[in-house]
């Protein structure tokens, strides 16, 4: 059974920075494309970053060069960096898979983690 899980969300204050984690199971890693999109409740889940197995990577524009994403082919996981938090940063962050690199669309990934909420204060 494929499984993602994501972690070390938080609650940080504006410009602090956080690293989340995606660990995968079940998974045939190598095939897939990874991305992270976030989801604040009210609204349409949204594109953040994603990266192909071999290391190019696509970000929305709202990142503003803020973001990294990165992967780790020797233990199946994914991480998003995010430096210089803004308040309108909070939301639940999804890592996801894809056998196709750069799809920005939610409908276009077959595997979902459950989130894991980043909250940013003022």
């Known amino acids: 059974q494929v499984q993602l899980v994501e972690s070390g969300g938080g609650s940080v204050q504006s410009g602090d920075s956080i690293k989340l984690s995606c660990a995968t199971f079940?998974?045939?890693?190598?095939?897939?494309?990874m991305a992270w999109f976030r989801q604040t409740p009210g609204k349409a889940r949204e594109f953040v970053a994603a990266?192909?197995?071999?290391?190019?990577?696509k970000y929305a524009d709202f990142v503003e060069g803020r973001f990294t994403v990165s992967r780790d082919n020797g233990r199946n996981l994914v991480f998003l960096e995010m430096n210089n938090l803004k308040p309108e940063d909070t939301a639940s962050y999804y890592c996801?898979?894809?056998?196709?690199?750069?799809?920005?669309?939610?409908?276009?990934?077959?595997?979902w983690g459950q989130g894991t909420q980043v909250t940013v204060s003022s």
């Open positions: 996801a898979a894809a056998l196709n690199f750069g799809m920005t669309t939610p409908n276009d990934y077959t595997y």
């Open positions: 079940g998974l045939a890693f190598r095939l897939y494309a």
């Open positions: 990266v192909d197995w071999s290391g190019p990577t």
